[in-house]
Every structure is written in C-alpha cells, then in structure tokens.
C-alpha cells in the first residue's frame, strides 16, 4: 500500500495533475479544462464525445455552465438496441440525438456530495430536471453508490464520481440514460 501510495504521488508530480485531477479511461482530466477539452481525452467516451460533435452541442458544453454532466461510456452505446448509435448520429436525427444529450446534462455543480444531500432531503430519492426538460431521479445504493434512473425506470451507475472542470463536473455512468 505504501508503494501504491508513493507511485500515485510520483505521477501527481511528474504529470503536474492536482488533488483534484482524476484519471478517466486512464487519461487525465483537468480541472482548469472545460467538459469537453476533458472529454476529448478519454478513450472510454470516444462515442459520447462524437455524438456531442454530431449534435452540435460542443460550444454548449464549453460554455460557462455549470453543468453536471452524466457521461455514459462506450459500453454503454454498445449496450443500446443495434442500430441505435449510427440511426442517431445521422444529420435528420440530430435533434432526437439533442434530446437523449441533453438528457445526461443538469444546470449546476452536483458533486457526489451535493447530490447525496439531495436524496437525504427527499427521503432517499432526489428527482432533477435536466436540460432536456425532463427528470432524472437519484437513489443511494449503499454508503457511497449513488444510482441514477431514467423515465422509464432503467437504472446506471455512477462508476465515476466528482471529475471537476472549470464549468461544472462529470459523472461517469455505465448506462446511456433515455427521455
């Protein structure tokens, strides 16, 4: 444990990353960086990030903000109905491809503490509107696991909590979330 300990502060310095610089798909994401200067660099959001381009939504997510975004990974389109992913990144679906987007986007900073606090208020569950206009409902599944469920119940995990940008943070989602 000590060596793992040591090795971690040796790359923190080397790399020049920061107690809040969090790796995602192995790749630093910096807190000084915009949503989607991070994103870029993931390996794991190849396909989140090209569904961003296709929708337009680029400038959106690096503006001011802030933004929490819940970004599902690869596997998670690769989960979806075959067919689904390119039907979507087709121009005459960009604003289908907009909703499901901003669907994994709420205005604000919700950091694992934030949304925790949220559910304790509302007696276990928090229910947030997201950009698209719809909601997004939040569970505690156990001491430091929040759930996240769509409209139609479907449920993702938070695999990745609190990647902080300079306008708003990322939480890293194992499901793509439908409206």
């Known amino acids: 444990m000590k060596n793992l300990t ?28 915009d949503i989607v200067s991070n994103a870029v660099n993931s390996p794991d959001h190849t396909t989140l990030v090209a569904a961003v381009k296709a929708a337009g939504l680029v400038e959106t997510l690096q503006g001011e903000g802030p933004f929490t975004v819940f970004a599902p990974v690869n596997d998670a389109f690769e989960n979806l109905p075959e067919g689904t992913v390119p ?3 087709k121009p ?4 289908k491809l907009q909703a499901v987007l901003t669907y994994h986007v709420i205005a604000g900073n919700y950091d694992f503490k934030a949304l925790a606090k949220a559910i304790k208020k509302g ?23 929040i759930v996240v469920a769509d409209a139609s119940g479907d449920i993702a995990n938070i695999s990745t909590y609190d990647v902080y940008q300079k306008n708003g943070v990322i939480q890293v989602i194992d499901r793509v979330l439908l409206p």
């Open 87 to 89: 039907a979507l990144l």
């Open 92 to 95: 005459e679906a960009k604003a």
């Open 6 to 33: 040591l090795l971690t502060l040796l790359l923190t310095f080397s790399l020049g990353l920061s107690a809040q610089t969090v790796l995602v798909g192995g790749e630093a994401m910096f807190p000084k960086k």
């Open 123 to 145: 007696g276990g569950k928090a229910t947030l509107k997201t950009v698209q206009g719809a909601e997004l409902t939040f569970m505690m599944n156990g001491p430091h696991n």
